[in-house]
């Protein structure tokens, strides 16, 4: 049973460019989550996908974006790129209602971006 | 709404027990714990539910304390691999299913 994977591993942009991450939820996920984090921080939560609809969002301008397939694969969309956005971006998914299931978020192993 | 984590840091010597502590501002649901060792992804430990008892497995346990909204994990023991930078995560009690994390607190075990 795969986990949830994520690409790139590593990514380099500049400064202004727009950049696209992915990731595959664990077998049976239907919700996934991104989080940014920053170099000896915890995790900050960006948004959260469900049925192809962002359905929470964090504290993350518009040029923070996403999509969801059928599928239940995710895309995380930066546009505008800062010297700010350089943290490793992971990707966490989910049953639907995991408080009930007991069961919790899945982190994949995330892809380092760095903006130069 | 971020949780609130304490120690920053821990050292400690192989054997020897810690503790980890989690509180929030606002009601919780669930609290949840995770592990991250440097350049990894974070692993989940275990996660507790509003009305839930205490868990644990092997020498690593935890509590939350729904009065309070504190959540505290412990370590027994520790061995070597405990290693890491220890996170709380937390979801509030109107179940949107969002969890916000703490700033973590670092572990070092020494031989």
Not at chain 1, 32 to 53: D, N, R
Not at chain 2, 75 to 99: H, M, P, W
């Amino acid at each position: 049973d795969a986990g949830v994977t994520q690409s790139p591993t590593h990514l380099i942009k500049t400064r202004g460019q727009q950049v696209t991450l992915r990731c595959s939820p664990k077998s049976g996920h239907d919700t996934v989550s991104w989080y940014q984090q920053a170099l000896g921080q915890g995790p900050q939560f960006i948004f959260q996908y469900y049925e192809e609809e962002e359905r929470q969002r964090g504290n993350f301008p518009d040029r923070f974006s996403g999509h969801q397939f059928p599928n239940y694969s995710s895309e995380l969309n930066v546009n505008a790129l800062l010297l700010g956005d350089s943290a490793l971006y992971l990707c966490a998914s989910s049953p639907e209602d995991f408080g009930l299931d007991r069961d919790t978020q899945y982190f994949g192993p995330g892809t380092r971006l760095t903006v130069l | 709404q971020q949780p609130v984590q304490s120690p920053q840091a821990v050292i400690l010597r192989e054997g020897e027990d810690a503790v980890i502590n989690c509180s929030s501002s606002k009601a919780l649901y669930s609290v949840h714990w995770y592990r991250q060792k440097h350049g990894e992804a974070p692993i989940f430990l275990m996660i507790l539910l509003k009305g839930g008892e205490q868990k644990g497995h092997d020498k690593i346990s935890a509590s939350f304390n729904e009065k309070k909204q504190q959540s505290s994990l412990y370590l027994t023991a520790s061995q070597l691999s405990y290693s890491g930078t220890y996170f709380c995560g937390t979801e509030l009690v109107n179940r949107d299913d969002k969890i916000i994390f703490g700033k973590g607190t670092r572990l070092h075990i020494l031989p």
